[in-house]
């Protein structure tokens, strides 16, 4: 017994000695871990920055003895973003007997994709059937690196759909879609020649002239269906409907109005405008023939806006030609010349209108004498030469005198009332580029109405007035 209890005895020393070694090592650790300092990376270990941008410090948090000391800590490395390349950061903080380091690794590339810029609508409509014949409007590839390489994009089409693609030095991809819709929901277009409202005298003849035109489809002509007809031997209001469909089922409809009227007894009334159109006069002038229900003749030359020249054909006046150049020195210094001026201002109108206008007036009158100065006997000739070809050309028998002295509304207006009569057609030579001609306009319309004359445009069933020719 007695040797067991000193076996116990010994085993408790060991004990004792043991638990306080644990605690002595507890308690030095304990010391340690109070005395040292903690360090932990802010973000990610490893960090991509694209080239050329910034890289943002995220930094490290510290701690001393339960205290924040991240300000303390010490940063080792640099990271250049205008250099591509792996780059590291050592964080280091000493407290008391102990240091701590952290890093982190950043990679700076080129990550940015480069950038397609379509011109024109990623949504294109196009015509039926057409896709194949859409022309690109082009495209634009910029990369932040290599600049720009639209030279390197591919173009594929997948349907009706066209896919565009680059990529950069560094790999980077990018694609951009143009689609194609095929459809046509515009309705075709349908000009009538002369306008909706159409005067023609009594025992002359009218000639239907009508364009229609789709975006898709062109010309339709051809296709339009024309209903109701016009007799001109018998007065009265004839009514005629237009109508085309374009093949994607589009319709359009179009209604004239044709009044087939006696020539008042009193006379007819052809108003003449020369020289324009002018903004500022000509457009009033509409305004007022519009009013009042009156159909002109315009007399135009290659100046002056194109909208008004479209307006004096869409109001059912007879757009005529003047010559281009309105030069007399130009148009009489030979026959060509004449001819290839007054192509110049026809072709204008026939682009403006489709108008295929064949009635003219000759600069200075077919009976001028200043044509003399640039080729004797030229306008023997040319009144003679327009008629083989095809022209009407037009003089006057009543003068405004607008182009002369006269100067006021006040003259206009006499010297157009007093030089009317009732035994014959009254051709009316005015230039609408004259305000005072814009001034008595009103006046001479008013006129004419109260005294029984009719007025109407010059159409080709319009008996030519002439001059007697002077050279
Ligand atoms: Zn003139």
Known sequence: MKKVGKFVKKNKLWFILGCSFLLLLVIGLGVIIY?????????????????HSTYK????????????????????GKVNTDVEGTYELKYSIKKGLFEREVKRTVNVKDIEKPVITLNGEKEVKVCPGKASEYKDQGYTAVDNVDGDITDKVTVTTEGNKIIYEVTDEEGNKVTEERNLVESDTDSPTITLNGGENYTVLLNTSFTDSYTAKDSCDGDLKSKVKVTGSV??????????????????GNTATAKRTV???????????????DDGPKQGTTNVILDILKEEGVKATFFVTNSGP????KREFN??????????????????SSVDAYFKDLQSVHDRVYRLTGYDSKIIRFPGGSS??????????????LTKEVVNRGYHYFDWNVSSGDAGDVKNADGVYNNVINGLSKSRANVVLMHDIKPYTRDALKRIIQYGKTHGYTFAAITYDTPMVKHGVNN
């Open 57 to 76: 410090e995220e930094g490290v948090k510290a701690t001393y003895q339960d205290k924040d000391v991240s300000k303390d800590v010490v940063i080792k």
């Open 35 to 51: 005395f040292s300092p903690t360090l932990k990376l802010n973000g990610k270990r490893t960090v991509t920055v694209n080239i």
């Open 231 to 248: 007799d001109t031997k018998k007065v009265g209001t004839y009514t005629l409907t237009y109508e085309v469909t374009d093949s994607s």
């Open 315 to 332: 109001e059912g006046h007879t757009v005529a030609l003047h010559t281009a150049s309105h030069d007399y020195k130009t148009v009489y």
């Open 306 to 309: 194109d909208d008004l020249i």
């Open 368 to 381: 001028n004498t200043i044509s003399r100065n640039y080729s004797k006997g030229i306008m023997t000739t």
């Open 259 to 273: 009044k087939v009227v006696e020539p008042a007894k009193g006379g007819v009334i052809y108003l003449t405008f």
